[in-house]
């Protein structure tokens, strides 16, 4: 199996803050990295596939980049709504494996 | 917009079978370009993906849980179906199934997910 890395696991910011989480895989998964959003008692919410493509409806402030084995999801200015957990899932093989999740409360 | 709804017994008994059903509206199950999956999460903790079952009927599952696993379809019904059997307090979670875009393999709509809890 892949294992899945996330840092850091939790982290406190203010609202216009830039905030970057990276994810670590075990091998190398090429651009096969998801990541999700996950809010209180809701099921995950898709931000990001194929390490860098903007899911439709998702705002621009969201990005992601890397490949290989290192990836990182970046929020360029924080919103109040933006106070989550993060996770991000390859998909390159089975079983398909979720990070820890990374979570961002207020500072 | 696509819909998914899961649907079962929120108490389950240790070394009984866990079933549960996932409802989709707003599209059809036997889409050429999805896979339907079960994930799992249990309280506080990460998200584990169970298993992945294409509307022909092919199936893929975890290994860490395949022994007891068993993921169907009713394309005629719009609705997928998870068993878990032999289930312990370990298998208390919130139970999600989602929709797997087939050419990238992302989950892209989920469902609000069910709390199963397994206690005697």
């Known amino acids: 199996d892949i294992q899945m890395t996330q840092s850091p696991s939790s982290l406190s910011a203010s609202v216009e803050d830039r905030v970057t989480i990276t994810c670590r895989a075990s091998?190398?998964?090429?651009?096969?990295l998801n990541w999700y959003q996950q809010k209180p008692g809701k099921g995950p919410k898709l931000l990001i596939y194929?390490?860098?493509s903007l899911q439709s409806g998702v705002p621009s402030r969201f990005s992601g980049s890397g490949s290989g084995t290192d990836f990182t999801l970046t929020i360029s200015s924080l919103q109040p709504e933006d106070f989550a957990t993060y996770y991000c899932q390859q998909s390159y093989s089975t079983p398909f494996t979720f990070g820890p999740g990374t979570k961002v409360d207020i500072k | 917009q696509l819909q998914l709804q899961e649907s079962g017994p929120g108490l389950v008994k240790p070394s009984e079978t866990l079933s549960l059903t996932c409802t989709v509206s707003g599209g059809s199950i036997s889409s050429s370009s999805s896979y339907w999956g079960w994930i799992r999460q249990p309280p506080g903790k990460g998200l584990e993906w169970i298993g992945n079952?294409?509307?022909?009927?092919?199936?893929y599952y975890n290994p860490s849980l395949k022994s007891r696993v068993t993921i169907s379809v009713d394309p005629s019904k719009n609705q997928f179906s998870l068993k878990l059997s032999s289930v312990t307090a370990a298998d208390t979670a919130v139970y999600y199934c989602a929709r797997m875009f087939a050419d990238s393999y992302y989950f892209d709509f989920w469902g609000q997910g069910t709390l199963v809890t397994v206690s005697s």
């Open positions: 194929a390490a860098s």
């Open positions: 091998q190398t998964i090429s651009s096969h």
């Open positions: 079952i294409y509307y022909s009927g092919s199936t």
